[in-house]
């Protein structure tokens, strides 16, 4: 049966540990703290778990204020600000793209492109030597992205702000996160874990039915389960390209 939601998941973890047939002595909130840590673990290390994008946002007055901008509470890392000159959008015929292509490439059939190629390479280390790169600050646990610009004559209300970022997967949004094997695994270790710890207090004691309960083997059993996926998912992490801002 495949999972597509956080209860489906928490129902499928709980089956893999014996419900109903077994009593599993977990307090729901527990279950709820365990998922998160699953998923929180599952965005930072799973190279599925972040994807790369490019957002977009328009200067307002409040940022320029301010002298940051806020960013979602996906956005894990920043790793380029797109210079403010590349988004003030296409200047029509006086834009230098517009014309070389007008009078060097009208032909391309019998035009090389090497001209072309080589007088851009020069245009964008002219503009790197003159202009630089943006800097900019940029951690997580603020949502604030810092651009070392001067707010008040770089930027104008309105203006378009481009950054390259990593954003984690929403599983509301993208409902497979849920079905996700490692993520299913690590979800039931951590359970497993959780109810080992709740009866370790109890090991020793029969039950009726000569029942005895053994809560450090139950334990000792999820914390290796638990090294063994953390040890894979090490092995399938992001690439080492990935900086964070």
Not at 65 to 83: A, C, E, H, M, Q
Not at 105 to 126: E, K
Not at 130 to 149: A, H, Y
Not at 184 to 200: D, E
Request: glycine fraction near 6%; aromatic fraction near 12%; include cysteine.
């Amino acid at each position: 049966m495949a999972v597509n939601s956080r209860d489906g998941l928490k129902q499928y973890a709980l089956r893999a540990l014996g419900a109903p047939v077994l009593e599993i002595n977990v307090e729901d909130d527990q279950l709820e703290d365990r998922m998160d840590d699953a998923i929180e673990y599952w965005r930072q290390y799973h190279y599925d778990g972040i994807e790369k994008v490019y957002m977009k946002h328009a200067v307002t007055q409040s940022d320029i204020d301010n002298k940051f901008i806020l960013t979602p509470d996906l956005v894990y890392g920043v790793t380029r600000v797109i210079p403010l000159t590349q988004t003030a959008g296409n200047q029509g015929m006086f834009d230098i793209q517009y014309q070389l292509r007008l009078h060097d490439l009208y032909d391309l059939s019998s035009t090389s492109i090497i001209y072309y190629t080589s007088v851009m390479s020069h245009i964008a280390l002219l503009d790197f030597e003159l202009n630089g790169q943006q800097t900019f600050r940029f951690n997580r646990l603020q949502n604030k992205l810092f651009l070392e610009i001067d707010w008040q004559s770089e930027v104008k209300v309105g203006s378009l702000i481009i950054f390259e970022c990593y954003r984690v997967l929403d599983p509301d949004e993208y409902t497979k996160v849920w079905n996700e094997m490692w993520l299913k695994h690590y979800v039931t270790a951590l359970f497993k874990k959780q109810w080992a710890v709740n009866i370790k207090k109890f090991s020793g004691i029969q039950l009726p039915g000569g029942v005895t309960l053994d809560g450090d083997k139950l334990y000792d059993e999820a914390t290796s389960e638990i090294k063994d996926l953390e040890d894979e998912l090490m092995n399938k992490s992001a690439p080492l390209e990935f900086i964070m801002g």
